[in-house]
């Protein structure tokens, strides 16, 4: 017999390779109760999904009768292929409560999602040399404060950033693409890929072998927006990928950067219009850090690497308190203009710090716990 777990991932990896199957109905097929059921409807022709039209599900009987879900999972792991579905263990905390979380998570590599705190940095394909090197630069700065950096492994600004990340000896960078994770695309990047694999992560929501087709790429932009807990924006135009996926960031309450741009360059359209609505502009790494609640001194700011506490563990505020105490002894007063926050919100952070061990007060002055 085979178990439900392994049943759940089986027909949900031969579902996905199916005809007209986006995220919406990988969502509903997750659902079900009994998935082998599902998918014996699928293979006798019913529609077995609302929505689904009879000579969709005639189609997928035609190709459903070469996928076997048994078989594709042992294929996905016999690949070395890690995956989970929401609510199993392993699944990446940036995708949980997440409006249209992927059914399915598929990664191989390194680590794995979500495993350190994360920015994207994305832009357009049509990049000029300008915005290749500060993608370049900034993805660099950033691995070398620890922070993994998230981008779609296509043209231009998001190859620029990971080949900034792999300069940093120890760095996790985070490719999200739109394809199989056999499907290197572009092809040209084949090589990167496996680079991005070998230090961080690769990860999707398709199957092994699921060709990138146009509409894929959207759907992946959801992913990369909720995978970075920072969106920075090196250069776009007032269209395309990069200002797709600021809508997606915004969707989730990511904070969006831009970097400025030649008022005469068509590449910084988009990012300078954003800074003109009120984006924040980004100029260097700080810049960065300062959104993540890093501080200056980056991850080791926070002093939660030294007492091995997860990020995870703390909030992006809680660590904007922790890099703005430092270690020193801080009023509440002195926190307030450090940090930014107003005193309701300081005030829940410095509760939570306190309850959890890494901050302790003592006549009205908080200082981090050693």
């Avoid at 997606?248 to 990012?271: I, N």
């Amino acid at each position: 017999m085979i178990s439900a777990t392994r049943a759940r991932l089986g027909v949900q990896l031969a579902f996905l390779q199916l005809s007209d199957v986006g995220p919406a109905r990988g969502r509903q097929v997750a659902g079900v109760d009994d998935p082998l059921e599902l998918w014996a409807r699928v293979r006798a022709g019913e529609p077995a999904l609302s929505g689904v039209d009879r000579p969709l599900a005639r189609r997928w009987v035609e190709e459903a009768s070469s996928l076997d879900p048994r078989s594709e999972l042992e294929r996905h792991l016999d690949a070395g292929i890690s995956m989970a579905m929401a609510g199993d263990e392993g699944y990446p905390e940036s995708f949980v409560g997440d409006p249209r979380a992927p059914a399915l998570v598929l990664w191989r590599g390194a680590t794995s999602p979500g495993a350190t705190p994360a920015c994207a940095v994305v832009g357009t394909r049509r990049c000029s040399r300008y915005g290749r090197d500060v993608a370049r630069m900034l993805s660099h700065d950033l691995a070398a404060e620890g922070v993994s950096v998230v981008s779609g492994l296509a043209l231009g600004i998001d190859g620029a950033a990971h080949l900034g990340a792999l300069e940093v000896e120890g760095s996790t960078p985070v490719g999200v693409v739109a394809c199989g994770l056999d499907v290197a695309y572009p092809r040209r990047h084949a090589a990167l890929w496996e680079e991005v694999a070998a230090a961080g992560v690769l990860v999707s929501e398709w199957p092994l072998g699921v060709e990138p087709l146009p509409w894929r790429f959207p759907a992946r932009n959801r992913l990369i927006a909720a995978l970075g807990e920072v969106l920075v924006v090196v250069e776009s135009d007032f269209a395309g990928g990069s200002m797709h996926t600021v809508r997606e960031a915004d969707d989730r309450g990511r904070q969006v950067l831009a970097v400025p741009g030649p008022v005469t360059s068509r590449s910084s359209r988009g990012t300078n219009l954003l800074i003109s609505e009120g984006c924040a502009p980004c100029c260097d790494v700080k810049d960065v850090l300062a959104a993540l609640g890093l501080g200056a001194g980056g991850i080791a700011s926070t002093g939660l690497a030294e007492r091995g506490v997860p990020l995870s563990a703390v909030s992006q505020q809680g660590r904007l308190v922790l890099a703005a105490m430092g270690a020193t002894r801080r009023s509440i007063e002195s926190l307030l203009v450090a940090t930014g926050l107003d005193l309701a919100t300081l005030a829940t952070e410095l509760l939570s710090l306190e309850g959890a061990g890494l901050v302790v007060c003592a006549d009205g002055w908080y200082e981090a716990a050693r």
